[in-house]
Nanobody, 119 residues
């Protein structure tokens, strides 16, 4: 079955960096765009970045442009989110998502990884 497993979150000081990972299985990874979302306490889940099947990263949230970079390794079925110059407002649970067609379109989510930016 489809599985998405995020990792790499943690506690980091403002200005620091983290790299998130999302390991995928159960579908033809190289054929689908992958997306990173985040959800902060009390806020709606928001799209952070889209990484196309070819590895082009796009659709960055305005708040992360120039600081976050999405990428993927199709050979490893893994998508990444490099986060630099982190700010306290980046604190959230980060999720990866894929949308697959199974008689109709379904969204599949990972369990999320917590990122906390604090001094």
């Amino acid at each position: 079955q489809v599985q998405l497993v995020e990792s790499g979150g943690g506690l980091v000081q403002p200005g620091g960096s983290l790299r998130l990972y999302c390991a995928a299985s159960g579908f033809t990874f190289s054929s689908y765009p992958m997306r990173w979302y985040r959800q902060a306490p009390g806020k709606e889940r928001e799209l952070v970045a889209t990484i196309t099947s070819a590895g082009v990263s796009t659709n960055y949230a305005s708040s992360v442009k120039g600081r976050f970079t999405g990428s993927r390794d199709n050979a490893k079925s893994t998508v990444y989110l490099q986060m630099n110059s982190l700010k306290p407002e980046d604190t959230a649970v980060y999720y990866c998502k894929v949308t697959l067609f199974r008689l109709k379109w379904y969204d599949y989510w990972g369990q999320g990884t917590q990122v906390t930016v604090s001094s």
